[in-house]
């Protein structure tokens, strides 16, 4: 696994850089955007001293045990993990990502707190034409407290919102990633983007 490791931003327009040069980007034609990236960090991450980023390419080891505890094999080559810090203290991480609706790419973030409990949940841009109730903090609000021990599946432990059912599906699907990532490359004993 390859890490490369981000220069602190205080500036959230900084970070949209970097989220670019990280190769990920916003549609030039979004149906709905909610949030931009510095908006989303900052909603996120509001008393932190610094927000800062690591760039992680699993190895295929990393890769093998990813795919095992998803049950796919994740679509991106290396994922960006944003880290708020007040001094030597993490203060938590977020994770922005995308994951496929009826027809389009949902963009998402997750707040995680240092321990990798889900905090909160925002859909960032949401450009299919139907589904976007789930934008709705009563649907939203589902995904807080939990962990990589939780399920975290649509129908089981997240109900559906009536008339996004896809949508409501996707959005399970992308937390349960972000929760797998963060504690695969981050939190467990041992991830080399820890040192």
Same mark, same amino acid.
């Given at each position: 696994?390859?890490?490369?490791?981000?220069? $602190?931003?205080?500036?959230?327009? #900084?970070?949209?850089?970097?989220?670019?040069?990280? *190769?990920?980007?916003? $549609?030039?034609?979004?149906?709905?955007?909610?949030?931009?990236?510095?908006?989303? #960090?900052?909603?996120?991450?509001?008393?932190?001293?610094?927000?800062?980023?690591?760039?992680?390419?699993?190895?295929?080891?990393?890769?093998?045990?990813?795919?095992?505890?998803?049950?796919?094999? $994740?679509?991106?080559?290396?994922?960006?993990?944003?880290?708020?810090?007040?001094?030597?203290?993490? +203060?938590?991480?977020?994770?922005?990502?995308?994951?496929?609706?009826?027809?389009?790419?949902?963009?998402?973030?997750?707040?995680?707190? $240092?321990?990798?409990?889900? !905090?909160?949940?925002?859909?960032?841009?949401?450009?299919?034409?139907? *589904?976007? !109730?789930?934008? +709705?903090?009563?649907?939203?609000?589902?995904?807080? *407290?939990?962990?990589?021990? +939780?399920?975290?599946?649509?129908?089981? +432990?997240?109900?559906?919102?009536?008339?996004?059912?896809?949508?409501?599906?996707?959005?399970?699907?992308?937390?349960?990633?972000? #929760?797998? %990532? #963060?504690?695969? %490359?981050?939190?467990?004993?041992?991830?080399?983007?820890?040192?």
């Amino acid at each position: 696994m390859s890490v490369v490791r981000g220069w $602190p931003v205080k500036h959230f327009s #900084l970070a949209l850089a970097v989220w670019l040069w990280a *190769g990920a980007s916003l $549609p030039a034609e979004a149906a709905a955007t909610y949030f931009t990236t510095p908006q989303v #960090l900052k909603e996120f991450f509001p008393k932190s001293q610094r927000v800062s980023f690591r760039k992680v390419k699993p190895g295929p080891a990393e890769l093998a045990a990813l795919q095992g505890r998803l049950g796919y094999k $994740p679509a991106k080559p290396e994922y960006v993990i944003f880290v708020a810090t007040t001094g030597e203290h993490v +203060d938590g991480y977020a994770i922005i990502d995308e994951e496929l609706g009826q027809h389009e790419q949902i963009t998402f973030a997750v707040k995680l707190s $240092p321990e990798g409990v889900v !905090e909160r949940h925002e859909v960032m841009v949401y450009r299919e034409k139907y *589904g976007e !109730e789930i934008t +709705d903090a009563r649907f939203r609000r589902q995904f807080q *407290g939990k962990t990589v021990k +939780d399920a975290v599946r649509a129908g089981e +432990d997240i109900d559906v919102v009536t008339g996004a059912t896809i949508s409501s599906r996707s959005m399970a699907v992308g937390v349960r990633r972000a #929760l797998i %990532l #963060l504690d695969e %490359l981050i939190l467990k004993p041992g991830a080399l983007s820890k040192g």
